[in-house]
């Protein structure tokens, strides 16, 4: 038995663990679960996203650019608005978040689509865009959110749609990236983070 | 790979990971404490799955050191609100467990610093080798591996002249 060998043992036998009776197979078959359910149901965006980004304001379920229909993503509820063709349909849930600071090389590898446009109408808590210009994704014409949250205190400006303004809007997997890689066009920096990024 | 064989895998996998991490959390929090980092810690696990690594034990133990440390953080915001307010005692120490019989190695390890005394633990109660410790704090399998000879070499010394302070005192006729 080596000198190592004895700290060792002798650290063990203080392991506050050392008495933790384990957890019961029932026990870990609920975490399990409510671990799975909880990522389907809660977390909208993809992986690496979500770990810098972090959903914010708006955890917006979007159908995708391509699809013909619009098909709900797994974040949203069955009040999925009908796409006119050539439109993008997009709503938000009203999540709390934390952000670090938006970088040029996240937001090319997270966006799938990223534009630039116009509100033209704001009605029944759904905003339509008209879209500028595409950075990245399909072309389309126009974008569809339906904006149930108040106000989102990640998106740069003022912190949501509003008549008029143009926006920078990012989005990965049918949600938008918000944390300071979606907002307001004339915000400090996102337009020189889009240049970068795409 | 699909959501089926994914989820068929995390399945497999998970209950491993929830005993390390439930032993993990109980060494250095309270239960209260330990049940949220531990449901955090599986939801990353789960989240970021397709990154875990073969040696998947170190690794979650990272992201639990992660989720601990932010829960701490939250904790301490709290406290010290609290503390202005109520003008409370510090808290008690995290690391508490059945009370240590071996004060010696207790004291010991208290006077070591906290990063040394951590490498100790991960060594003997997580039993990890140095690669694994290298995963876990985000060094290098090298650095780790020298910082736990030095701790340990540290740790020796300061059981074996137990109160040293006093020593020269008293010590002549």
Known sequence: MTDDDDLRARLRRADPAAALEPASPAQVAHLVEETMSRNTRRWALPVAAALVLLVGGAAWAATRPSAPQPVAAPASSASAPAATAGSVVLFTTGMQAKCREPEATRLAESADFAFEGTVQKIENGRVTLAVARVFRGSTVGQVEVAQEGESSETMLGSGKFEMGRDYLVSAAEGSVLICGYSGEADSIGLRELYEAAF | ?173
Request: charged fraction near 30%; glycine fraction near 4%.
């Open chain 2, 1 to 173: 790979m699909n959501v089926d064989s994914r989820r068929a895998r995390f399945e497999t996998l998970a209950p491993a990971v929830i005993d390390a991490v439930r032993r993990y959390l109980a060494r250095r929090t309270d239960p209260a404490t330990a049940d949220d980092v531990l449901s955090e810690t599986l939801l990353i696990c789960w989240r970021r799955f397709d990154e875990m690594p073969a040696e998947h034990l170190p690794w979650a133990y990272g992201v639990a050191r992660l989720c601990l440390a932010n829960a701490e953080r939250g904790q301490r915001r709290q406290f010290r609100l609290l503390a202005r307010i109520s003008r409370l005692d510090p808290p008690p120490q995290t690391v508490d467990g059945p009370a240590p019989a071996d004060d010696d190695l207790a004291a010991a390890l208290r006077r070591l610093r906290p990063e040394e005394a951590e490498i100790l633990r991960l060594w003997a109660w997580e039993d990890l080798t140095p690669a694994g410790i290298a995963v876990v704090l985000g060094i290098t399998a090298n650095a780790a591996s020298i910082r736990l000879h030095r701790a340990k070499e540290k740790l020796r010394k300061t059981m074996t002249v137990p109160g040293h302070e006093e020593s020269t005192e008293g010590s002549r006729p």
